[in-house]
């Protein structure tokens, strides 16, 4: 089992920066490619961005050139750096594992974690 903690989530206004984490503990989740999933109030589930356990990425083409993702595998933490944050990226951020990124962007996860809650003011 892998539990999935987020952190890092506030109050920010728009043009501002958040960076997120999520800290994994259970078994080592290096092997596992990691994403940061986000749902705004009546919209669906997204992806916004993963990257593998080789190191390679993805992003939505709605955070592009904004968010950044990388993970420590000695810490057992992945980050998601996000600047230039517009009003329509509030949601509730969570962190999940699954075999390889392209699971994750068919939303097949295996971990899943509780959440955190990003707000940009306009």
């Known amino acids: 089992q892998v539990q999935l903690v987020e952190s890092g989530g506030g109050l920010v206004q728009a043009g501002g920066s958040l960076r997120l984490s999520c800290a994994a503990s259970?078994?080592?989740?290096?092997?596992?490619?990691m994403g940061w999933y986000r749902q705004a109030p009546g919209k669906e589930r997204e992806l916004v961005a993963a990257?593998?356990?080789?190191?390679?990425?993805y992003y939505a083409d709605s955070v592009k050139g904004r968010f950044t993702i990388s993970r420590d595998n000695a810490k057992s933490t992945v980050y998601l750096q996000m600047n230039s944050l517009k009003p329509e990226d509030t949601a509730v951020y969570y962190c999940?594992?699954?075999?390889?990124?392209?699971?994750?962007?068919?939303?097949?996860?295996?971990?899943w974690g509780q959440g955190t809650q990003v707000t940009v003011s306009s």
């Open positions: 999940a594992a699954g075999a390889l990124i392209e699971l994750l962007i068919q939303g097949r996860y295996n971990y």
């Open positions: 259970g078994r080592t989740v290096s092997a596992y490619a």
């Open positions: 990257i593998s356990s080789g190191g390679s990425t």
